[in-house]
């Protein structure tokens, strides 16, 4: 019988030949990720008393979830990780200017087919659109790699989607995967690698299949992965900083299932508050009064984004009820849409360009919603409170839909104007 690409990820870096679904296997990751909660690992981290962290090559820190500082606390936190930072000697050190935390990494090669990425945030499964095995833990369990180097995982059983389409225009990756959260569940693949196939993936871009594997935390997932193909081998070339080892599944491996999902007739998506799986087609929720949009995220913030927003919106303008925020995930991908014009275009319709970072999709400043407001974003969680209001309502879409909500005043659907 085959490895599934989980299987065979853990067993090489476990130092087995091969390990079993439900095996417990200690791990030494290939990077690791944190942000501003690097504040508190550092301090978790100290208490275990040791001086110096295993391998200061390893960490990948990105001041993003509140940048610039917005109080006192937050300053201190960044304060606190800066000192932390130049006392180990950690070289992959991102500050404020430099974007959201999952774009930085990828962007900076550290996600490279068949590498081991543990992350103390849950969207590190993005990097799965980039070959790797990439999981989010804990902070207290990033401390102990700090100190060890080392991290117990189980082995995931693996839930392969085959995606068939094509896509109707005006439905992008961001409707696919909610559409997929909504038919299996918040905790549909509970602890499950889940692979992404099929034609619909084939035909996505690097960014696409991102946004799939982003979201893939939301159905519960360990990780979520994509082949590798041409089309990485080309995003990684002007990155990478290494070589690597494209690691695939074997045919004959042992799914725990097989699922299809016809994509051929997908209507644009909208996750309703307050959970992620809440989902419909737009239709069901078209005349919805909104407040706020926003574009951007670790979701739904890079060039091609952009670009999906500023299609609807070129000559038009955002309706006057309605504040329209803009954050490009990174520094790279603000440059890049600032050359190719699609800043002035965002611009001249109304929208508030804001600095790369996560700005308001946790609450944290930037964007935060007042009692009885109603936002439609990019982002990837809408749960009470998670803009910072409990008494606010946050409803997920594509960036396409997003637009052209911005431009009605009201939950829209996108192909009305294409």
Known sequence: MGKTFAEKILAVKSGQDEVSVGQIVDVSPDATLSHDNTAAISKIFESIGVEKIWDPAKPVIVLDHCVPAATEKYASNHKTIREFVARQGIG?????????????????????????????DSHTTSYGALGAFAAGIGRSEMAVIFATGTLWLRVPETLKLQLEGPLP???????????????????????????????VVEEMSVGGRMTLCNMAAEMGAKIGYVAPDKKTARWLEKRKRADYEVVISDEDAEFEQVLRFDMEGLAPQVAKP???????????????????????????????????????????????????LVFPASMEVYREALDTGVIGRLVDAGAVIMNPGCGPCLGAHEGALAPGEVCLSTANRNFKGRMGCREAEVYLASPLTVAASAVQGEITDPREFL
């Open 169 to 199: 225009d005006g439905v992008e990756p961001k409707d696919v995967v909610l559409r997929l959260v909504g038919e299996l569940g918040a905790d549909g693949a509970l602890y499950r690698a889940v692979e992404y196939t099929g034609s």
């Open 274 to 324: 307050h959970t992620v799986d809440n989902v419909c087609g737009v239709d069901e929720v078209a005349g919805t009064k909104i407040q706020q949009a926003l574009v951007g995220t670790c979701t739904n913030g890079r060039l091609e984004d952009l670009e999906s927003a500023a299609r609807i919106l070129s000559g038009k303008k955002v309706h006057r009820d309605v504040r329209l």
């Open 92 to 120: 992959n050190f991102h500050d404020i200017n430099a974007g959201v935390c999952h774009q930085v990494l990828a962007e900076q090669g550290h996600a490279l087919p068949g590498r081991l990425i543990l992350g103390s």
